[in-house]
């Protein structure tokens, strides 16, 4: 193939239109746009609740399994049974064995893992952040500091990891040690946590 001298007059013209910064400066779109405002501090601190695994940023407050027996069943019991076991059925959601959050221990290098709170998570942290964030389904956010800890220190005491009179804060829940603590392997890529 040839490309004649009329060619390539018309690709160098192309070649400098868009480095000369492309057809957005070409048809004089800005540089910035002229919408929205930068997010206040206050509105960023109530969305930027992420607990670390090491529990980092846990908030002041405690509970114990007693405590978090009455929160579960009222806010808790509706999706994940009374036995916390999950219930079938749910409309617009996962159901069943999907939301059950006990039990499974030992099985996951099974033919048929059970993926629960006390058979896969690694760390009781992690429980504290999704209830408190995204939990109950119908109101997320809803509940106390104190109703997540102690709704967390119920569903570990009817799993077996703490007793059900270890009163769980900000000091004793990242000590918790999670049947699974040890079954993932690290990722040793430092840079994607930068």
């Not at 405690?62 to 978090?68: E, F, I």
């Not at 952040?129 to 109101?139: E, I, K, L, W």
């Not at 000091?171 to 049947?179: D, N, S």
Request: some cysteine.
């Amino acid at each position: 193939m040839c490309i004649r001298p009329a060619d390539w007059l018309v690709l160098a013209v192309a070649v400098v239109t868009f480095a000369a910064g492309g057809p957005a400066s070409a048809q004089n779109y800005p540089a910035t746009y002229d919408f929205g405002a930068p997010a206040p501090a206050a509105d960023i601190a109530a969305v930027d609740i992420a607990i670390p695994s090491d529990g980092a940023g846990l908030p002041p407050g405690r509970g114990d399994a007693a405590a978090g027996a009455r929160v579960y069943a009222s806010a808790c019991a509706a999706c994940h049974g009374d036995k916390l076991q999950g219930v079938a059925g749910l409309p617009d959601m996962p159901s069943g064995p999907a939301l059950r959050l006990i039990g499974g221990r030992g099985t996951l290098a099974s033919p048929n893992p059970v993926l629960t709170v006390e058979s896969y998570w690694p760390y009781a942290t992690t429980l504290f952040d999704y209830v408190r964030r995204a939990m109950p389904f119908t109101a997320p956010g809803s509940l106390s500091n104190d109703e997540v800890y102690a709704v967390t220190a119920y569903i570990l005491a009817e799993a077996k990891i703490i007793t059900p009179a270890t009163v769980l804060d900000a000091q004793t829940l990242p000590k918790v040690q999670m049947p699974n603590r040890d079954g993932f392997i690290p990722d040793p890529r430092p840079e994607h946590f930068k």
